[in-house]
């Protein structure tokens, strides 16, 4: 079974910095692309960003596009998302993700493990 686990969340002022952290573990974490997604209270949840399995490619939403930066260590299984410049709007839980196979998906329905989530506040 896998288990994906964030951590890095927490409280900034808008313009701070934040990095998020996964920790995956049961399957070959190299074999996978993975994602990170967010839910803002009473909003669905929505993509922000993913990267491949080899961590040569990489999407983003534009909404957070040149603020955001996905990464990843395969040697550690562990996936990054660095959030600069944090605006209130960024508010949310946000969850990593594992896809279904070795590509960038940005769609919910082609990861098929989550982890619980990690909140994100950003005060103006």
């Known amino acids: 079974q896998v288990q994906l686990v964030e951590s890095g969340g927490g409280l900034v002022q808008a313009g701070g910095s934040l990095r998020l952290s996964c920790a995956a573990s049961g399957r070959t974490f190299s074999r996978y692309g993975m994602g990170w997604f967010r839910q803002a209270q009473g909003k669905e949840r929505e993509f922000v960003a993913a990267i491949t399995e080899s961590g040569g490619g990489t999407y983003y939403a534009d909404s957070v596009k040149g603020r955001f930066t996905i990464s990843r260590d395969n040697a550690k299984n562990t996936v990054y998302l660095q959030m600069n410049s944090l605006k209130p709007e960024d508010t949310a839980v946000y969850y990593c993700?594992?896809?279904?196979?070795?590509?960038?998906?940005?769609?919910?329905?082609?990861?098929?493990?989550w982890g619980q989530g990690t909140q994100v506040s950003v005060s103006s």
């Open positions: 993700a594992q896809s279904r196979s070795t590509w960038m998906p940005t769609i919910l329905d082609d990861y098929n493990y």
